[in-house]
């Protein structure tokens, strides 16, 4: 099961993100984990088992990390496309252009 999680930051200094970034990216059910702009600030991609284990994640951990004061979960419910080749040739030629 995928789970992106968007989490808000209440106070936004550097290092209350940092310390966020830190402990969410050292867990193993934490795929990826991206600081973004929008409504959310922090974007973490989380694969767990069953939706049991990431209830257990979420109550456990994410809702117990300092600083956090909003988690929104969106499910996967099919992937369509994943680990494809990043476009670096092409932007190349973009950028070459120019």
Same mark, same amino acid.
């Given at each position: 099961?995928?789970?992106?999680? !968007?989490?808000?930051?209440?106070?936004?200094?550097?290092?209350? *993100?940092?310390?966020?970034?830190?402990? $969410?990216?050292?867990?193993?059910?934490?795929?990826?984990?991206?600081?973004?702009?929008?409504?959310?600030? *922090?974007? /973490?991609?989380?694969?767990?088992?069953?939706?049991?284990?990431?209830?257990?994640?979420?109550?456990?951990?994410?809702?117990?990390?300092?600083? $956090? !004061?909003?988690?929104?979960?969106?499910?996967?419910?099919?992937?369509?496309?994943?680990?494809? /080749?990043?476009?670096?040739?092409?932007? !190349?030629? *973009? $950028?070459?252009?120019?």
């Amino acid at each position: 099961m995928t789970v992106f999680v !968007e989490m808000r930051v209440g106070k936004q200094s550097k290092a209350q *993100i940092m310390s966020i970034i830190e402990r $969410v990216t050292s867990q193993p059910e934490v795929v990826s984990c991206h600081l973004v702009s929008g409504q959310s600030d *922090i974007l /973490a991609e989380i694969v767990v088992p069953t939706l049991e284990a990431y209830d257990v994640f979420l109550s456990d951990f994410l809702m117990s990390l300092d600083g $956090v !004061e909003d988690v929104r979960s969106n499910f996967a419910i099919r992937t369509l496309k994943a680990n494809g /080749a990043l476009p670096l040739q092409h932007l !190349e030629s *973009i $950028v070459d252009n120019d």
